[in-house]
């Protein structure tokens, strides 16, 4: 059984898992992989371990922060939006459970031939298709949210009169916006079925869309550009949208303070708290995603064999799906508001208990 894909001069559909060793497509031909003597069960353990962790933290820290703020008295903006992005988050968690648990399982049952059937047999089918898709959309629901906090800062910075006047009909009309617009990027693979293939990847027990170099032919830089404009275009804009923010927030807290005028000046101060919040989270989210995106392009560039790169590789994938527990992070150790309405919540059940 090869690695290679033969057709397309990089092994896309990579034949390897993260506890056995690279010839365990022939070691394990006839066994399933729980028992084959070239996979560790207990790196399979500590590995399954970390991730239902990881899982777990992720929906239990995002339904916490959904909780404590719809109980708040009076809700702001921000507040709503941070419900959203937490729904948004709780994808991730919800899909280790589901489609990664699941295949965990199945995988340790079969044996390597029967993976490598299966894995040629979902290759562009609607489970494929679906699960890549869903995946896609984890990521991109957390840009556009953060991209939207982002423009949302420079709106009261900048407009403050417009920005109190805003309805919250008008808010919720724009979240549901940025829901369609990150399940329409997410599906883009989707709208050109020559140029992307959907499979199954054992190493990471997920499915995922990759470009068809061969289908792709001569438009492939077209594809890559699309993908820019709407993943890439929207990180780099978030980024840019901050940093204006915060030389505008600074500018107008200095004139504020100069002019005497304290409460604008205190105004300012709090909204600059804000905007160092979400630069926390717009970097954390870097830090959790960049990994993975480098050594995709490492992976290319040098033409190592997926084999050689798997555990770096299943390292970086769910650090990438860890973006989704940043916010949770920043909020426990930034937002004394948002602890105080924790500890306050866990009071309170408690005493009905």
Not at 62 to 83: A, C
Not at 113 to 122: F, I, M, N, P, R
Not at 196 to 219: E, H, T
Not at 324 to 329: A, F, G, K, P, Q
Request: hydrophobic letters at 50%; charged letters at 15%; glycine letters at 4%.
């Amino acid at each position: 059984m090869s690695n290679q894909t033969g057709q397309m001069g990089f092994e896309f559909n990579c034949m390897a898992v993260v506890f056995c060793t690279t010839n365990f497509t022939t070691e394990c031909e006839n066994v399933t992989l729980k028992a084959c003597p070239v996979c560790n069960m207990r790196y399979a353990a500590i590995f399954i371990t970390l991730v239902l962790i990881l899982g777990f933290m992720i929906v239990v820290g995002n339904v916490i922060i959904i909780i404590s703020t719809r109980s708040l008295k009076r809700q702001s903006k921000v507040d709503v939006i941070r419900t959203s992005l937490a729904g948004a988050d709780i994808l991730s968690g919800l899909n280790i459970f589901t489609v990664v648990a699941y295949h965990f399982a199945k995988t340790l049952n079969w044996t390597a031939a029967e993976l490598v059937q299966y894995q040629a047999s979902v290759v562009n089918t609607a489970p494929a298709v679906i699960g890549a898709v869903v995946f896609v959309f984890t990521v991109t629901s957390s840009l556009y949210h953060l991209l939207l906090l982002s423009c949302e800062r420079l709106y009261a910075i900048q407009w403050p009169i417009s920005y109190k006047l805003q309805s919250r009909s008008s808010l919720h009309r724009v979240l549901i916006g940025v829901w369609i617009i990150s399940a329409v990027t997410a599906s883009i693979p989707g709208w050109f079925p020559k140029r992307f293939v959907f499979n199954y990847f054992p190493s990471l027990f997920v499915y995922y869309p990759y470009i068809n170099i061969v289908g792709a032919g001569k438009n492939i830089d077209s594809v890559i550009a699309l993908l820019g404009v709407f993943l890439i275009l929207p990180f780099v804009l978030t980024m840019v949208i901050l940093a204006t923010t915060m030389c505008i927030g600074h500018l107008q807290f200095k004139k504020s303070k100069r002019l005497a005028n304290h409460a604008r000046a205190s105004n300012m101060k709090k909204e600059l708290s804000m905007i160092v919040h979400l630069g926390s989270m717009k970097l954390g989210f870097s830090a959790t995603v960049i990994p993975i995106v480098a050594l995709s392009i490492a992976y290319f560039s040098l033409k190592k064999s997926c084999a050689e790169i798997v555990v770096p590789t299943a390292a970086c994938f769910y650090l990438s799906m860890g973006n989704s527990l940043v916010n949770v992070v920043v909020y426990s150790l930034f937002d004394k508001d948002f602890r105080k309405c924790v500890k306050n919540d866990l009071r309170l059940r408690c005493r009905l208990c």
